[in-house]
């Protein structure tokens, strides 16, 4: 199983920027995806996560400016940005709880990050 995100890239104060996160790998079942992110010398803080039913939660300074979505047929969950300010300039970093069809525990698998910046 892997996790392969795109999306990333420099982007103007008050721009968009759309972040995909794809999973791949035969025979598994996904539930809940999400994303964080790490700014440089600060902790990695949550950014949003959506259920495998669509539920959705946001932290709080994302509300109203990001939109979490996913496609299940895809196995891909997308972060839209807008109103990109300085301080969310990061890596971001998505992932996904899944396991085999062959098993019953899942598993948090992770993508290797991708830069989001943001200049004023």
């Known amino acids: 199983v892997q996790l392969q995100a795109s999306g990333g890239g420099l982007v103007q104060d008050g721009g968009s920027l759309r972040l995909s996160c794809a999973a791949s790998?035969?025979?598994?079942?996904?539930?809940?995806m999400g994303w964080y992110r790490q700014a440089p010398e600060n902790p990695r803080e949550r950014v949003a996560s959506?259920?495998?039913?669509?539920?959705?939660n946001y932290a709080d300074s994302m509300q109203g400016r990001f939109t979490i979505s996913r496609d299940n047929a895809k196995n891909t969950v997308y972060l839209q940005m807008n109103g990109l300010k300085p301080g969310d300039t990061a890596v971001y970093y998505c992932?996904?709880?899944?396991?085999?069809?062959?098993?019953?525990?899942?598993?948090?698998?992770w993508g290797p990050g991708t830069l989001v910046t943001v200049s004023s």
């Open positions: 790998g035969s025979s598994i079942s996904i539930a809940g």
């Open positions: 992932y996904a709880a899944i396991r085999r069809i062959t098993s019953t525990l899942f598993s948090t698998y």
């Open positions: 959506i259920s495998s039913d669509g539920s959705t």
